[in-house]
């Protein structure tokens, strides 16, 4: 009795919120996986279940899931600086120097969780067939509200697995066959729906970025081929932007490898092999990384000698056996991935995979621009050894350094070179400061140094994006200080952030450079008085002609780079009259 009381005393003791504060969607999904996918009769007895109830059941779940999500408020208030107004909006608008808040956060969190546990719950074969008669449904619902609210990656995310399941099931096999049977009309009816929303959200995925953009790509990988064949010619040339980002996310790059496998199969080799010769040199950036087996190490405790009795702690790098062929889940390394690379460019044959060495780079420099240093030896860097201080020049390491940092496929291959590129450039500037001739470090440099800043600053791995996006800004405050005006190194800064404006394929670059053109603009501003910018606007002018120019050009993306710009720097521009008189 004493034993029950004091359990029950210790149970009414724990406050209800603690235990609230700990529960999560993951602790549900093993109850309803173990439900909904019991497969022989033994295991129904147990739940004493027959095979109508779990379908009723699975029926249930999934009408719940579409119940859920409409009646959520998932619109969003974009908080704008202290000089404008919150706007409410429905995700689509997002200024850089703002944030933007949900309107509802706990609509919001029960949005995130459903489209975890539908994750979690509907994947695998034994889904298939209780969700074949769910998928136009699910799709058009789903759809609907991914056109309400286009920025939210979790619609694109549930369309992912939907897209995966009638892959399995092969639901659009058969759409096309005249046949008067209802399930082939209602997948008919399925495939025009997908397709008209897929060639919209190819179109809308150019603006996107980071997680939002992986959604979409994740969604592109998984259409089934009947729907590819539709939009060959737009999903194809996202590709390389994939593979880009995968470097980074090796699931990505594990997806798309997966979906180049099933479209070499089932679409004729006519229609996939222009796009070889751009496709394949992406592949190379996996190949190009040694993966070894050193990619664990375990900490062990060994004597430090035979006489004393202190242990000290070493750090033995095991070789490790090879495992299966599975590149899913945690399991996921970067020589797994190598190994399908190579054997789908084996399936290929030799007639195709010779497009995999491409004679140009990615930023346009044949393979001997890039093995050669970007100009002479000037960057001298003499080492502090105690008894002699050999120079050596470190501009001759820049080539092979920037394109690591960009495309290295190995992650801790690429944080050393980034953080080596990080140093460099702090080493090249403090050189420029003391010196007083400033034509040492030729222009054809600062050329080729400062777009490989601009993309590290926006590049999709954490480290370093926070290592460069600080440094361009740090470099703009240093090059719009009086002294560096007019100089090569700041002219060739301000002609890469413009350039940077108007790429066709990185969002992310177009926004990096967009919020450096608000920085330059104020730190222009910030150290000059009223009658010093009367006297001398020569920097301020020669921007907004560089973005007049852009906004009367005829491509598109040259007037939209104009109007990032300017939407940019009118909030600083408009509060200068010195500026705005002239």
């Known amino acids: 009795d004493n034993v029950d009381s004091d359990g029950d005393d210790a149970f009414t003791s724990v406050n209800e919120s603690s235990w609230k504060w700990h529960m999560s969607v993951l602790d549900y999904v093993e109850f309803w996986v173990g ?33 859920i999500l409409p009646k959520l408020d998932l619109t969003s208030v974009s908080t704008l600086p202290a000089d404008a107004s919150g706007v409410e909006t429905d995700g689509q608008q997002e200024h850089e120097r703002g944030s933007v808040n949900m309107s509802n956060p706990s609509d919001m969190l ?15 074969d034994e889904q298939m067939a209780p969700f074949k008669p769910w998928v136009y449904t699910f799709c058009s619902q789903i759809i609907t509200l991914s056109c309400r609210y286009p920025k939210l990656s979790g619609f ?30 209602s997948a008919d009816t399925t495939r025009l729906l997908l397709r008209k929303f897929i060639n919209e959200v190819l179109q809308k995925s150019k603006e996107y970025s980071d997680e939002l953009l992986i959604s979409c790509l994740q969604l592109f990988l998984s259409l089934p081929v009947e729907l590819v064949k539709c939009c060959l010619q737009q999903i194809l040339p996202l590709m390389r932007r994939t593979f880009e980002i995968g470097l980074s996310y090796l699931p990505l790059a594990d997806s798309a490898i997966t979906a180049l496998e099933h479209w070499s199969r089932d679409i004729p080799t006519d229609a996939l092999s222009p796009y070889y010769p751009q496709l394949l040199p992406c592949l190379d950036m996996y190949l190009k990384t040694s993966a070894t087996g050193l990619d664990q190490s375990e900490t062990v405790t060994m004597p430090a000698s035979t006489t004393s009795r202190r242990s000290r702690k070493i750090v033995v790098k095991k070789m490790r056996k090879p495992q299966s062929n599975s590149t899913h889940g945690d399991d996921l390394t970067l020589s797994k991935l190598q190994h399908r690379i190579v054997r789908y460019l084996g399936s290929l044959g030799g007639r195709l995979n010779h ?20 100009d002479s030896p000037t960057l001298a860097f003499p080492v502090p050894f105690n008894d002699m201080k050999p120079t050596i020049y470190l501009d001759q390491f820049l080539p092979r350094v920037v394109e690591l940092a960009q495309s290295s496929g190995d992650r801790q291959t690429k944080i050393v070179a980034c953080e080596f590129l990080y140093s460099v450039v702090i080493y090249l500037i403090g050189k420029e400061a003391q010196r007083t001739d400033t034509t040492h470090i030729s222009r054809r440099m600062y050329r080729k140094l400062f777009p490989a800043l601009l993309k590290l600053a926006c590049d999709v791995d954490q480290v370093a994006k926070q290592l460069f996006e600080p440094l361009l800004m ?16 700041a002219v060739v800064l301000m002609d890469c952030i413009m350039d940077g404006l108007i790429d066709p394929h990185d969002i992310s670059l177009r926004d990096i450079s967009a919020r450096a053109v608000n920085e330059f603009v104020k730190w222009t501003i910030k150290p000059t008085t009223s009658q010093q910018q009367r006297a001398n606007p020569a920097s301020i002018e020669a921007l907004l002609k560089r973005v007049y120019s852009l906004a009367n050009h005829p491509n598109s993306y040259k007037r939209l780079g104009a109007a990032l710009a300017f939407n940019n720097i009118y909030r600083i521009f408009r509060k200068e009259e010195s500026l705005v008189d002239r």
């Open 110 to 124: 029960l949005f995130l969780n459903t489209v975890t546990l539908f994750q979690e719950v509907v994947t695998g």
């Open 355 to 374: 497009h995999l060495v491409s004679n140009v780079s990615e930023n346009g420099d044949s393979i001997a621009q890039l093995a050669r240093s970007w």
């Open 156 to 185: 694109y995310k549930l369309l992912s697995i939907v897209m995966r399941l009638c892959t399995k099931m092969e639901y659009f096999k058969h759409c096309e066959a005249t046949d008067d049977r209802d399930s082939d009309k």
């Open 474 to 489: 740090q470099l703009i405050h240093w090059f719009t200080n009086t002294r560096c005006t007019g100089l090569d190194s």
């Open 35 to 67: 439900i909904l996918n019991v497969q022989n009769v033994k295991d129904l007895n147990q739940f004493s279940m027959t095979q109508a109830d779990r379908k009723r059941l699975y029926d249930l779940f999934i009408s719940a899931v579409l119940k």
